[in-house]
């Protein structure tokens, strides 16, 4: 597997993280009781933690990469080569 190939799986595994890990542990403005006025969505999070969320994103995806690297290394999954390919 190349760098280009290893960089493009670790960003599609890393988006898609992304979006298992963003609902954990939000409260939106409805449930917290908070009224938002006029033009506010009460289902907007009140402090959606986004930092936090990275980082955690950021670490489970290297651990799934990881599993994925190491499958297509070892062979238990082989890819295909591409005629005319680097």
């Known amino acids: 597997m190349g760098v280009f190939t290893s ?13 298992c890990v963003l609902p954990f542990g939000t409260v939106s403005h409805a ?9 506010g969505d009460p289902g907007a999070p009140v402090d959606p933690k986004l930092k936090q969320k990275f980082i955690t994103t950021t670490w489970i995806s290297a651990i799934v990469f990881a599993v994925i690297y190491a499958v297509v290394y070892f062979g238990l999954v082989p890819l295909p080569r591409v005629p005319g390919g680097l």
């Open 7 to 19: 960089v493009a799986i670790f960003l599609t595994v890393w988006w898609t993280v992304l979006f």
């Open 31 to 39: 449930e917290a009781g908070i009224d938002k006025g006029d033009g």
